[in-house]
């Protein structure tokens, strides 16, 4: 990424330490680190403050540090488990925040001792700041979106009866990291036959058989960034009406939700468009989880779409967001329909192309 976008996201952060109330902004979580610096490694911690950005880590990173975070002075660590007092103290400030969601009960008892420093818990404002995507952001998670489009195409030549849910799943991992996916973004789901009720099912050694309902959820990464996409087959043969009745209803609650849906919109109200249509048919209960989620740096990013977002949370203009209805029945199976979209001015533009052909010939 341009150098730039870097020097306006620390300018955008040190705007926000007075509304805070703080001297400087210690970030350790590996995502907000690496979109504020660059910095890659799997170790390491920012202190930002009006007139400084620090990086501190450890040997392993000294050198990748220095190439990737430019923005950054780098703190040599001699070892990963320091407890970062030399480096929090180098900073020379004594009210720091500090993001809440991401420090845990024993870190928070180590920065406690340290003597002269004030703590402040900080929210999730740095999350906030991501749902809103740079073009350099875009370029990846559409390089993501296109793996992962076609690495799903592939699934209908694969899919026989006889083969396991393992076997497939390991078939579409090795198919995106050699159409160029640095890594997955979550474990590929193969869900078939009765599985496909449990809305996370990873795989397991069930064989696939004639009618079975399978639900194929995957996401390529590109550069640090995913994708995420979730389509929905029926092996061999005609499907039967329950199949199609259901499929029927995920499909028009997907397609509602990607039609009207708009920046400005509350979360909840987005995630109603597709809920009702679910209800309406006399799913409610089948539906149990939300209607989508950001994406970018971490599988699921702000926004949530869902009943259960802030009252007052919006969707943006320029967010990478899925759509993902859903009906799971215990004992039979289920369906889900997911694309990855961006929000813009004028609705949405799929970032998803992959085409929705539920029926597996044979």
């Not at 870097?6 to 926000?16: D, E, F, N, P």
């Not at 403050?49 to 040997?59: P, R, S």
């Not at 002075?73 to 030399?86: D, I």
């Not at 064989?207 to 087959?233: C, E, K, N, P, S």
Request: hydrophobic letters at 40%.
């Amino acid at each position: 990424m341009k150098q730039n976008i870097y020097q306006y996201r620390l300018s955008v952060v040190r705007t926000m330490l007075e509304e805070w109330q703080v001297d400087g902004l210690l970030v350790t979580s590996p995502a907000n680190r690496r979109w504020l610096s660059g910095f890659t490694g799997s170790a390491g911690k920012l202190i930002i403050t009006a007139d400084k950005a620090l990086l501190a880590t450890d040997f392993r990173y000294w050198t990748q540090a220095a190439a990737e975070a430019t923005q950054f002075t780098l703190y040599k660590q001699v070892s990963s488990q320091e407890g970062g007092e030399a480096f929090i103290r180098s900073a020379g400030i004594t009210t720091l925040g500090l993001e809440a969601g991401h420090v845990t009960l024993a870190e928070m008892e180590k920065y406690r001792q340290i003597e002269g420093v004030t703590w402040k818990p900080i929210g999730d404002e740095l999350e906030q700041l991501r749902q809103i995507k740079s073009e350099e952001e875009l370029q990846a998670i559409r390089a993501a979106a296109h793996i992962t489009d076609l690495t799903m195409s592939q699934f209908p030549k694969l899919a026989r009866p006889g083969l396991t849910e393992r076997q497939l799943a390991w078939e579409l991992e090795k198919f995106m990291r050699e159409a160029g996916a640095e890594s997955l973004a979550f474990p590929v789901i193969v869900a078939s036959g009765p599985n496909a009720a449990k809305p996370h099912h990873r795989w397991s050694e069930r064989a696939l058989q004639i009618g079975d309902a399978i639900i194929v959820d995957m996401g390529a990464v590109v550069d640090g960034y995913g994708a995420d996409l979730t389509r929905t087959f029926h092996l061999g043969g005609e499907p039967d009406q329950k199949f199609w009745n259901v499929y029927n209803v995920v499909d028009e609650a997907h397609r509602r939700a990607l039609m009207e849906m708009e920046p400005g919109m509350l979360c909840r109200e987005v995630d109603a468009l597709a809920r009702d249509v679910i209800a309406a048919a006399g799913y409610k209960e089948q539906f149990g989880h939300g209607l989508g989620h950001g994406v970018g740096l971490v599988g699921h990013e702000k926004p949530q779409l869902s009943p259960l977002a802030p009252e007052n949370a919006l969707l943006l203009e320029g967010v990478a967001v899925t759509i993902e209805p859903g009906i799971y029945i215990e004992g039979w199976g289920g369906v889900r329909i997911e694309d990855l979209v961006l929000t813009t001015a004028n609705g949405v533009e799929f970032l998803s192309q992959c085409p929705k052909t539920p029926v597996i010939g044979l």
